[in-house]
């Protein structure tokens, strides 16, 4: 169901670099990957962001950490670049504590105190 369509979510806002590389346009930034920040702290992001290599979306890689530590996991409701599914959907393969925030891509800008609970959750679980 979702195999495959993930990496498609805000697709109309990415830009190309230089060929392998994606960004996301300026004017689209806002609404596609932060849209619950202020214009200013959008803006600022918008800005010093940097290219994302297309190749993270295609190369293989080796035994992800998930499969050997714990993990915590903060679903985003609001996130318009991963599908809410598709998060809930990779928080169970892994296995992790979840916890959701009505938030878009940028938990950490616009909901700093939820992302430091999870953070601090998962700290004292390894205590």
């Known amino acids: 169901m979702l195999r495959g369509k993930c990496a498609l979510w805000g697709r109309e806002r990415w830009g190309h670099l230089d060929p392998g590389f994606l960004w996301i346009d300026r004017e689209g930034f806002h609404q596609a990957f932060a849209a619950d920040a202020s214009p200013t702290e959008a803006a600022v992001m918008a800005a010093v962001q940097r290219p994302l290599s297309v190749a993270s979306f295609t190369d293989k890689e080796g035994v992800p950490a998930w499969k050997m530590i714990p993990s915590w996991y903060l679903v ?30 940028a938990p950490f800008v616009s909901h700093p105190q939820e992302v430091a609970d999870i953070i601090a959750l998962a700290a004292a679980s390894l205590a």
Do not use: Y
């Open 76 to 105: 985003c409701t609001d996130d318009h670049m991963i599908p809410p599914p598709a998060q809930e959907l990779m928080a169970k393969r892994m296995g992790a504590t979840v916890q959701s925030v009505s938030a878009s891509h």
